[in-house]
C-alpha cells in the first residue's frame, strides 16, 4: 500500500522539546492538592458493607486503581486478563448471580471493543454491573490506541445505561457509593493514580442524575463535565480580570441528562452557554445540551462547543496536546474572552 | 466467498527465487554478524530509552535478537524503499514494542539513527506505540491488542490473491493470547491454510497486571496453535542460532500451514542488573542508570 504521506515530516534538527508523558500522565499540575486512587479506596471501603459487590479487570486492575479493592478484599477479586469481552460476559454472570460487580478497564476496550457484550449481556437485562474505565478522552498522550475520544459517544446510544464522567478525587469518592446503589448498569469514566481535588472547596456533593451550579456568572454560562469543570471554574477565575462573570453548570451525569437544570440555566436571558467537555466534539454532552435547548425551544445568546476535534489526535506530551486541541485552561480562556468580545464588538 | 478455498496459491517459491530486485536480508553491511546486529538493536532502544527516560525497554531487550534474526536473516526487503511490494511484511502487533522496531528499522537503514533523538517528543515521526501513519517501516497501528494476527490473515490473503510470494511475519505476545481476537484470527490463519503466515510470539511471561501465566494461564501455547492447524516452533528467543534454525524451518516448511515461532524470553536482556530486577511490565530505570546499562551492555558485546 502507499500512501500519500505521512501525520508527520521527519524531524528538523532536535530543538528542545517537552517528552511524552507516555501511557500515564496526572491532569494535576504542580502545586496541586490530589488525593491517591479515590475510586480503589472508595471502592474497597464500600464492599466491607456491601459483599454483594465484586471485582473484575481485564489486565488492567493497578491502571484502574482496583487493585486497592483486589488486596483489600482477594475472594471478591477476579483476573479476567486482557480478554475484554469476557470480562463482561462474566460480569454479566455474576450479576445474575445476585453480585454487583465493577468491571474495569480502559475506556477505549470497553466502547470499542465490549460494546455488544455490554448491550447484550448487561444493558438489555439492566443488570447491576458498573463499568469503570480509564483514560477517558485524551488524558495520556500515548495515541489513539488508548484514546478515548469518542466513549460517551459510543455508550450515549445504549439504552438504559447510565453514564458519569466525574470530576475529581472528591466526586469520584461519593460517585462509588452512589452508582452501586443505583439498581442499574452504570458506566463511569475514571480519573485514576494521584487525581486532583477541587470540588471539596465548593462544599459540593455528587447525586447521581443531577446536574448543580457551581459558580454563577451573567455573562456566560460553561456546561461542563468531568475534569473540563475544574478548568472551568480556572478559566472563569481567569476572566474576572477581563470583567467577565462566567457561572459553571457542573453535569456529572452525561445519561440521563438533568434536563430541568440545564433547561433553567441555559434559559436565563442575555448568557452565552459554552459546553466544555473532555471528548470529540461528536456525540458528547455537547450534542446532548444542544439537542435538549432544541427541543425544548429554549435558545440561550449563543451556543459553543469547546471539545476534541472529530479526528484521531496525535502522541505527545499531555500538555502539549490539551493545549493543541483546545481543553487546557489556557486555551479555554482565551477562546471564551474572544468569543464574549465578538459578541460585545456585534453588540454596538 | 463461501469459506475457505483450498485453491490459493501457495507461497514460498521465493526461497529458489529471489525476486528482482531483493536484495540480501537487511541494510548496511552484510556481513555484520547477528549478534552484533542484535547488540545494536539493543544500544538503540538503550539509547531512545534514555531520551525519554522511561520506555518498554525491558520488552526490547528481551526481543532484540528475534528481531536481529527477523530483519538481517530472515525477511526481504529494500531499506530505501519501505514500501516495495515485494517485501516481507513484518507487523507488530504490540504496539509497546514500539521502541525496539525503531531500534531494528534504525540498524536495518529505514529509519536514519539521528531520529533516536526524537524517541517520544512532540510531533515526533516514533511515537510511543507504533503507528503506521507515523513511521515508514511500520506496516500497522498496533497498541489495542489482540488485531494484529487478524490483519496478518488479510494480508496473506490479499498477497495469494496477487500470486506474491512474500511472507507476513506477526509479532505478538503471551499476554496478548488472552484476547480472543487472537484465536479468531488463528483459527482464520489455519481453516485458509496460510502458508505465507509466519506468527511470531514474545513469551516473557510478563503483562500489565504480573506474570502472564499467573493472570490468565495461556499454556500451553504451541499444543494450542497446533490444535488450530498451525506448525509450531518453540525455542529459546536469545539463542540466536536456535532463532535462525526455527525461523528457516518456518519459511521453508512444505506442508500449506500457517507457522508460529514461539520465543521465549528475557525481558532486560544483555543488561545484567536489568535482567535481574524486579520484573515488571513497565520497567523503572532511574536517570543515573542509563549510561551504566549502556556500559552493562557494551561490556557483553562479542567482538
Request: glycine share 10%; net charge negative.
Amino acid at each position: 500500500m502507499t500512501r500519500d504521506k505521512y501525520r508527520r515530516p521527519a524531524p528538523a534538527p532536535a530543538g528542545s522539546r517537552l517528552t511524552t508523558s507516555a501511557m500515564i500522565a496526572s491532569l494535576a499540575g504542580p502545586d496541586q492538592r490530589t488525593r491517591p486512587a479515590p475510586f480503589g479506596h472508595a471502592l474497597a471501603e464500600l464492599a466491607r458493607e456491601r459483599t454483594d459487590i465484586v471485582g473484575v479487570t481485564a489486565d488492567l486492575a493497578k491502571y484502574t486503581d482496583l487493585h486497592i479493592f483486589a488486596q483489600a478484599h482477594p475472594e471478591r477479586f477476579f483476573q479476567m486478563g486482557m480478554a475484554e469481552q469476557v470480562m463482561i460476559s462474566a460480569a454479566a454472570g455474576l450479576a445474575r448471580e445476585g453480585f454487583t460487580p465493577f468491571a474495569t478497564t480502559y475506556a477505549v476496550f470497553a466502547s470499542r471493543r465490549a460494546y455488544d457484550f455490554i448491550a447484550m449481556a448487561i444493558a438489555e437485562e439492566n443488570l447491576d454491573v458498573k463499568v469503570v474505565c480509564a483514560l477517558p478522552g485524551l488524558t495520556t498522550g500515548y495515541g489513539p490506541s488508548h484514546q478515548a475520544t469518542e466513549d460517551i459517544a459510543i455508550f450515549r446510544g445504549m439504552p438504559n445505561l447510565t453514564i458519569i464522567d466525574p470530576c475529581d478525587a472528591h466526586e469520584i469518592e461519593q460517585a462509588v457509593p452512589a452508582i452501586a446503589a443505583h439498581r442499574g448498569p452504570v458506566y463511569m469514566r475514571l480519573l485514576r493514580g494521584n487525581v486532583p481535588l477541587c470540588l471539596d472547596e465548593y462544599g459540593y456533593r455528587f447525586e447521581l442524575g443531577k446536574a448543580q451550579l457551581i459558580r454563577d456568572g451573567q455573562d456566560a454560562l460553561i456546561v461542563s463535565s468531568g475534569f473540563m469543570t475544574m478548568r472551568a471554574l480556572e478559566a472563569a477565575e481567569a476572566l474576572r480580570a477581563d470583567k467577565l462573570e462566567v457561572g459553571v453548570l457542573h453535569v456529572p451525569t452525561i445519561k440521563p441528562l438533568d434536563e430541568a437544570a440545564i433547561l433553567r440555566e441555559a434559559g436565563r436571558t442575555g448568557r452565552m452557554v459554552i459546553v466544555a467537555e473532555n471528548h470529540s466534539i461528536v456525540g458528547g454532552l455537547g450534542e446532548a445540551v444542544a439537542g435538549l435547548l432544541m427541543r425544548s425551544d429554549v435558545r440561550p445568546a449563543a451556543f459553543r462547543q469547546i471539545a476534541l476535534p472529530d479526528m484521531f489526535l496525535d502522541a505527545g506530551a499531555l500538555p502539549t496536546l490539551h493545549d493543541r486541541y483546545g481543553i487546557s485552561t489556557e486555551a479555554m480562556t482565551r477562546r471564551v474572552r474572544d468569543w464574549l468580545g465578538e459578541r460585545a464588538a456585534a453588540a454596538t | 466467498m463461501a469459506g475457505p478455498q483450498p485453491g490459493l496459491p501457495a507461497s514460498g517459491q521465493d526461497e529458489q527465487t529471489p525476486p528482482d530486485g531483493a536484495g540480501p536480508p537487511g541494510g548496511a553491511g552484510h556481513n555484520v554478524p547477528l549478534h552484533e546486529r542484535a547488540y545494536r538493536i539493543r544500544r538503540n532502544a538503550l539509547r531512545m530509552g534514555e531520551v525519554q527516560g522511561q520506555g518498554y525497554i525491558a520488552q526490547a531487550l528481551g526481543v532484540a535478537d528475534v528481531l536481529a534474526v527477523s530483519y538481517f536473516h530472515a525477511m526481504r526487503y529494500r531499506p530505501e524503499e519501505p514500501e516495495w511490494e515485494g517485501r516481507d511484511r513484518f507487523l507488530l502487533s504490540i504496539g509497546h514494542y514500539a521502541i525496539a522496531l525503531y531500534a531494528a528499522l534504525i540498524e536495518a537503514g529505514i529509519l536514519p539513527e539521528d531520529e533516536i533523538e526524537t524517541y517520544g517528543t512532540d510531533d515526533s515521526r516514533l511515537p510511543m506505540s507504533g503507528m503506521a501513519s507515523y513511521t515508514p517501516g511500520m506496516e500497522i497501528t498496533g497498541g489495542s491488542l489482540g488485531q494484529g494476527l487478524g490483519i496478518a490473515v488479510g494480508m496473506c490473503l490479499g498477497l495469494k490473491c496477487k500470486r506474491s510470494g512474500s511472507f507476513v511475519y506477526c509479532l505478538f505476545s503471551d499476554g496478548e493470547c488472552d484476547e480472543g481476537s487472537v484465536w479468531e484470527a488463528a483459527m482464520s490463519a489455519g481453516s485458509w491454510k496460510l502458508d505465507n503466515l509466519v506468527g511470531i510470539v514474545d513469551v516473557n511471561n510478563m503483562q500489565a497486571d504480573g506474570p502472564s501465566t499467573a493472570v490468565l494461564n495461556f499454556e500451553p501455547l504451541g499444543a494450542k496453535f497446533e490444535a488450530f492447524g498451525w506448525h509450531v516452533e518453540r525455542v529459546d528467543g536469545n539463542d540466536l542460532e536456535a532463532l535462525v534454525a526455527a525461523f528457516d524451518r518456518a519459511r521453508r516448511l512444505a506442508e500449506p500451514k500457517p507457522r508460529i515461532v514461539i520465543c521465549d524470553t528475557r525481558m532486560g536482556k544483555g543488561v545484567p542488573f536489568l535482567e535481574a530486577r524486579e520484573r515488571n511490565h513497565f520497567l523503572r530505570v532511574e536517570p543515573e542508570e542509563w549510561s551504566r546499562a549502556r556500559e552493562a551492555l557494551d561490556a557483553g558485546r562479542l567482538a
